[in-house]
């Protein structure tokens, strides 16, 4: 067996069968005689290609295979390399490289520092010294892309390596899944259970890990109000449950002032403090207990004030759950400021109660809605349910807060966002005195 045919057989038992990619002819030997059991998704470029395979990856739960061409698709495909490493994605990439006999000579479509090429941005990276090496390290890629933190590693493969005789390497299967110590459980449980105020702040580690919903289920025993830790990737919470009080800012003063709400807090699957700005942090060493379990090294030794635990933020739940009764904590009225409220409209809009307020006193985030026909169709009513308006004529204009105007059709339907205002006017001189009527959503 030749290197193609061993490291399509190791993929097949990795479950890589599905192969993202922008080929070239450093490529050509790869696809050779390409199995029908493998599907490849074509890409027109490489970060359209890492972009997919980081969503795909993101989706399935598994690791992901990625075939981009040389130092130019690492190259045009690094902005796609950099968020899959934020979002610690289990990546493979291999990137194809010219033939070994002309290395050394500067070859067209080279790579001369193909390991080098994608750093800091990859756990690992790779050129095999042999051709018979590159199954063995197609296996380790996928050993550390999985790791926890997982995230994308790079081997490149000389396209003369393809041909070459090579034998399986031997599968190990590894668990990376650490429980938490039973004693820091049972501390962050008596701090929980015994406060007034509890909070939980969730990252994508709780997604990526499948406990989206053992959180909420926690969050319900506990009766603790939710936030999403600043900067998450993922959706963690059900952002319409009763206990979510919206997204922590990334700036330490505000973020500190919301924590200081909470007499005990616990962070799970994010970085405790992701700030976006600069500000004053001595303030957070008079903070409330503030507790975290993550599976990244690097955001537990980036806490300062945290009392961290390196594990699985899924097995970290879990702990938890057995420790804590559904019920006996809940909180009646959660602390819901920040969680913007959705429109709730039960009746038509031409019905509703009209404003005086004008264009320029409302709120920048409202959404205006102009009318530019003639006199007799100013006062014609707007069908609306919920907040779904559907447009009877042409010339609806929908302003944003930049104020672009984007112009609707005839029977066309608009989906209003949160607290929606429209506006009908007639501003044209033929049309005599501009007149408007501003309608308000109720909640």
């Known amino acids: 067996m030749n290197v193609r045919d061993v490291s399509r057989e190791l993929m097949r038992e990795l479950g890589l069968k599905k192969v993202f990619g922008n080929p070239g002819s450093t ?44 130092a130019a698709g690492v190259g045009h495909a690094m902005g796609g390399i950099y968020t899959a490493y934020l979002n610690q994605t289990p990546m493979i990439i291999t990137a194809g490289q010219q033939s070994r006999d002309l290395l050394l000579r500067r070859p067209f479509l080279g790579s001369m520092e193909a390991t080098e090429l994608p750093k800091p941005y990859v756990k690992w990276s790779c050129e095999p010294a042999r051709p018979q090496d590159v ?88 009766g603790a109000t ?36 909470h007499d005990a807090s616990l962070v799970i699957g994010a970085p405790a403090f992701a700030f976006h700005v600069s500000g004053d942090l001595s303030a957070f060493g008079n903070m409330p207990p503030v507790f975290q379990f993550d599976d990244n090294p690097d955001a537990v030794a980036s806490a300062f004030g945290v009392q961290s635990t390196m594990c699985s933020p899924r097995l970290a739940i879990e702990a938890l759950l057995q420790q804590t009764s559904p019920g006996k904590h809940r909180k009646k009225n959660p602390d ?43 006062l014609s009513p707007i069908p609306c349910t919920g907040n779904i308006l559907q447009c009877p004529a042409a010339g609806w204009d929908l302003l944003s807060r930049q104020r672009r105007a984007l112009r609707f059709q005839k029977n066309s339907t ?24 501003i309608f308000r959503s109720r909640y």
Not at 60 to 66: D, I, L
Not at 233 to 243: A, P
Not at 346 to 363: C, E, G, I, L
Not at 415 to 436: E, I, Y
């Open 27 to 70: 490529e050509i030997p790869f696809l050779q005689d390409w199995p029908d059991d493998f599907d490849y998704v074509l890409g027109l470029q490489e970060l359209s290609v890492v972009g997919m395979a980081d969503g795909y990856a993101q989706a399935s739960g598994e690791a992901v295979f990625v075939n981009l061409h040389s």
């Open 226 to 261: 939710v936030y999403t830790a600043p900067m998450a990737s993922r959706s963690v919470f059900d952002e319409t449950h009763h206990l979510f009080a919206g997204h922590l800012p990334a700036a330490p003063r505000p973020l500190l002032q919301e924590l200081k709400k």
């Open 414 to 437: 608009v989906l209003l966002p949160l607290s929606a205002t429209v506006r009908r006017c007639t501003p044209h001189k033929r049309f005599g005195p501009s007149r408007s009527v």
């Open 336 to 378: 819901r400021s920040r969680r913007p409220r959705p429109v709730r409209v039960s009746v038509p809009m031409a019905s509703w109660k009209p404003s005086t307020h004008s264009y320029r006193k409302t709120p920048h985030s409202w959404r205006k809605l102009r009318r530019t026909k003639t006199p007799s169709e100013r």
């Open 135 to 222: 199954p063995l390290a197609l296996l380790k890629a996928h050993t550390i892309a999985m790791q926890h933190p997982r995230g994308p590693v790079l081997v490149s493969i000389p396209m003369d390596d393809w041909n070459c005789p090579a034998d399986m390497p031997h599968l190990l299967h590894r668990s990376d899944e650490h429980a938490p110590p039973v004693q820091a459980v049972e501390n962050v449980v008596s701090a929980l259970t015994t406060s007034e105020n509890p909070s939980l702040v969730l990252g994508p580690g709780v997604a990526r890990s499948g406990a989206r919903r053992a959180a909420i289920k926690l969050a319900e025993h506990l």
